[in-house]
Nanobody
Framework: QVQLVESGGGSVQPGGSLRLSCAASGYRYSGNCMGWFRQTPGKEREGVAVISTGGLSTYYADSVKGRFTISQDNAKNTLYLQMNSLKPEDTAMYYC?????????????????????WGQGTQVTVSS
């Protein structure tokens, strides 16, 4: 059974940084697509970044490109999202997701339903 546990959320001022972590267990970590999504109340879940485990490809939403970096530590089965130059509009619940036995494509950012496993989420608030 796939388990994903996020951590690292919190409150930060505009321009600040946070690093989110997602610890994965219950499946073979390599050869999959993992990603970060975010959601605010009343809105649909939005793709932030995805990465093929093994680092073959990464894709970012235009709104975070150049500010956020998705990465992984295969030895620790952990996914990261480094968020720099945070803006108030980045405020959201951030979720880690996994789609096993599949490498990522850009379209996976647009269709969160293709991901079969989700974490419980971690809140990020950007406010002065």
């Amino acid at each position: 059974q796939v388990q994903l546990v996020e951590s690292g959320g919190g409150s930060v001022q505009p321009g600040g940084s946070l690093r989110l972590s997602c610890a994965a267990s219950g499946y073979r970590y390599s050869g999959n697509c993992m990603g970060w999504f975010r959601q605010t109340p009343g809105k649909e879940r939005e793709g932030v970044a995805v990465i093929s485990t093994g680092g073959l490809s990464t894709y970012y939403a235009d709104s975070v490109k150049g500010r956020f970096t998705i990465s992984q530590d295969n030895a620790k089965n952990t996914l990261y999202l480094q968020m720099n130059s945070l803006k108030p509009e980045d405020t959201a619940m951030y979720y880690c997701a996994a789609r096993t036995n599949s490498y990522c494509t850009y379209n996976f950012l647009l269709y969160p339903a293709v991901f079969s496993s989700w974490g419980q989420g971690t809140q990020v608030t950007v406010s002065s």
